[in-house]
């Protein structure tokens, strides 16, 4: 497989911080060595990268936007050259650029799914959001429900529908969010489900693959348990190891339409014993393992 590694270490903190110190330190873990060593083709990675008046701008959400558009141009070149993308993200509003990538990556946009594994559902808006974190909400940019511009300095032009987003894993919703996945008829699928590769595991994903031009699987690292991997995410109780992890990132990656995957929130600045590292890179090559 081509695989082309896409970082991008920018979050509303700035660069390097908290998760997004993560991509780097994945990559001096020798990640690209570890997937060329399995037969991958990986070229050198690529690395989102604002200049200094860019970082300067007022404003983190602001901040957010520009580095996530750089990430969608990453991320388009990437697929019109016919590689696997994989994305090292500071956080989940790093799904925007990874969307907004495969959509423009086609003359006329193209129809993008949406697997997004997460402890939390990220579905909240700036109006049912409990403590205003931008972090919280970007699957409801993504899906057209709040901050249309930010969506569109993504370069995700057309807004997800409801039938082309499906949740997997979640363990830690605020009640509103909760009520709004309901009433959009959101499919999800349980943490049990993901552990066990179950039938409807498989069905999610097969009718995603089926509707869609490209599927992307978005993994937030808070999905690992925070007993295992303390350094990933904003831990809450539960969730799987780094093996459960990649068999279930493994079987999704199956399906042809699977364009992309990310792993995202790794807080290696607080990762002092490198436990976390240790899962994250056993779920990366248990799912990249060739067949």
Sequence with gaps: MKIQVVAL?????GKGKAGASGPAALLDAGLVDRLRERGHEVPEPLTVSL??????QYGGWNRVGLAGGRLAELVARATEERSFVLGLLADCNGVLGVLGGL???SPGGRRVGLVYVDAHGDYNT??????GMLGGMPVAVAAGKCLHRLRRQ????QPLRAQDIVMMGLRDLDLLEREAIVED?????????????SPAMHRAIESLSLREDAVYVHVDLDILDPGVAPAAGLPSPGGL?????????KAMMEYPDVSALSLVSYRADADRRGRTLDQVMTA?????EAK
Excluded: K, W
């Design 126 to 131: 700036p109006e049912t959001s409990l403590s």
């Design 185 to 197: 008829r959101v499919v999800t699928v349980t943490e049990q489900d993901l552990i066990s590769c």
């Design 9 to 13: 270490p920018y979050n509303v903190e």
């Design 154 to 157: 993504n370069h995700l032009e």
């Design 241 to 249: 190891d780094g093996q459960q992890l990649g068999r279930a990132v």
């Design 103 to 105: 959509q423009s990556s």
């Design 284 to 288: 990366i090559m248990l799912a990249f």
């Design 51 to 56: 200049s200094p008046e860019e970082e300067a």
